[in-house]
């Protein structure tokens, strides 16, 4: 049974920071690639950011660039996206998603992933 549960959001003024954690169970986590995602009311999914399995190769959506940092502990089992700066224009329900490290034919703002999270709201006011 895989699981990722995803926590950390809440409600924070245009400014502030979060960070949101992603726990996985049931997959060798350290095999897998990680990203987040985000999808605002009336949007389509939008790419947030990546990590490679091991941690060493990192990348972001432009509006997030400067702002969030993606990290995971590996021995945890935990993905987590430190965002600081928020603005308006980052809330969303936050999800992470996983696929595995040799999965051919993937693209990692398309996926395929296998696994996603039920996800974390983020509300930034104004």
């Known amino acids: 049974q895989v699981q990722l549960v995803e926590s950390g959001g809440g409600l924070v003024q245009a400014g502030g920071s979060l960070r949101l954690s992603c726990a996985a169970s049931?997959?060798?986590?350290?095999?897998?690639?990680m990203a987040w995602f985000r999808q605002a009311p009336g949007q389509e999914r939008e790419f947030v950011s990546r990590?490679?399995?091991?941690?060493?190769?990192?990348g972001y959506a432009d509006p997030v660039k400067g702002r969030f940092t993606i990290s995971r502990d590996n021995n945890k089992n935990t993905l987590y996206l430190r965002m600081n700066t928020l603005k308006p224009e980052d809330t969303a329900l936050y999800y992470c998603?996983?696929?595995?490290?040799?999965?051919?034919?993937?693209?990692?703002?398309?996926?395929?992933?296998?696994?996603w999270g039920q996800g974390t709201q983020v509300t930034v006011s104004s």
């Open positions: 049931g997959l060798p986590f350290s095999n897998y690639r």
């Open positions: 998603a996983a696929t595995p490290k040799d999965q051919r034919n993937y693209n990692f703002r398309e996926g395929p992933y296998d696994y």
């Open positions: 990590i490679s399995s091991s941690g060493t190769i990192t």
